[in-house]
């Protein structure tokens, strides 16, 4: 009897094990689809407000040293990112482009100007810093200067509403990680549950509650472990997926992102099984044996 015993209750010992590393790698994968998202999130704000530009359109005539010293302090002004130059000709060409027409037909001179394209450090991308921007070039080259244009108040409703997005995102965030670790504790707890009475036995016959915990804390932490892998591994795959719709975005995240969320999602898988584990073994370590039942 107790030999066919023994087999069947491996079996189930097994199938609980697997059973709880497939949960928990579910909960992982929405963990790192969750650090995914704040870290896209984070990075698409980058990405618009970086296309907030400053265009400073220069007069006819101005020669080359007084081109450069432009360029240089347009470069040299704190949050610039980039700083382009679009001579005349090529601002006809891009003319051509957007309107399909070509005015050299009616026309005997260029009328539009070289320009100075600004881009901004994301963090600098306000209206504010714009503003300082076009009254220190206006001191220094006022007469060299046709105009600024600046998209002032676009620059004011994108940050408004970004910072909004952000804390939205933020709040969601925390509670969704909040339901995380209280999905990954309840996997645990229902695993541990299955062998109460195996750690009521053995502290029945004298184990200390250190040895107790070791075999289930070690098995548990190498199951988050595994547990983690593998979402890694189809979070990796589904990243992929992702980068082969919209490369040029996935670039600018670079390699450490991904990694960071990599190494949150393996980490929290460890910290959380062993954790709710020694929680969970405690807490039948101070039942009552009636109690367990």
């Not at 309107?99 to 100075?116: G, K, M, T, V």
């Not at 300082?132 to 244009?149: M, S």
């Amino acid at each position: 009897m107790s030999e066919e015993f023994e087999p069947g209750r491996k079996k189930k010992l097994k199938l609980a094990h697997i059973s709880t590393v497939i949960s928990i790698t579910l909960v992982l994968f929405m963990a790192g689809l969750l650090a995914g998202i704040v870290v896209f999130a984070e990075e698409l704000s980058n990405y618009v407000k970086e296309k907030f530009t400053v265009e400073i359109f220069l007069e006819d005539g101005i020669n080359e040293q007084t081109l450069a010293d432009i360029k240089t302090s347009l470069e040299t002004f704190p949050g610039v990112k980039s700083v382009t130059y679009t001579d005349k000709e090529q601002a006809r060409q891009i003319y051509m482009e957007l309107f399909n027409d070509d005015f050299s037909d009616i026309l005997d001179e260029n009328p539009l100007y070289a320009s100075y394209t600004v881009i901004f450090e994301a963090e600098s991308a306000t209206s504010t810093v714009a503003q300082n921007l076009e009254n220190t070039v206006k001191e220094e080259y006022g007469n060299d200067i046709v105009e600024v244009f600046k998209k002032k108040e676009l620059m004011e409703e994108a940050n408004n509403n970004l910072e909004k997005i952000g804390v939205v995102i933020s709040v969601v965030s925390v509670l969704l990680l909040f339901i995380v670790i209280a999905l990954i504790n309840n996997t645990i707890r229902l695993a541990i549950y299955s062998q109460r009475f195996t750690i009521k036995t053995m502290q029945l016959v004298g184990a200390t509650p250190g040895f107790i915990r070791r075999p289930f804390v070690i098995g548990s932490v190498l199951r988050g472990l595994l547990s983690g892998l593998i979402a890694s591994v189809l979070l990796a795959l589904l990243g992929l997926r992702i980068y082969e719709r919209f490369p040029e975005f996935v670039e600018r995240l670079g390699i450490w992102k991904p990694a960071g969320i990599i190494i949150f999602v393996i980490a929290l898988g460890v910290f959380i099984s062993g954790f709710s584990t020694r929680l969970a073994v405690n807490r039948f370590l101070r039942k009552n044996t009636g109690d367990l039942y």
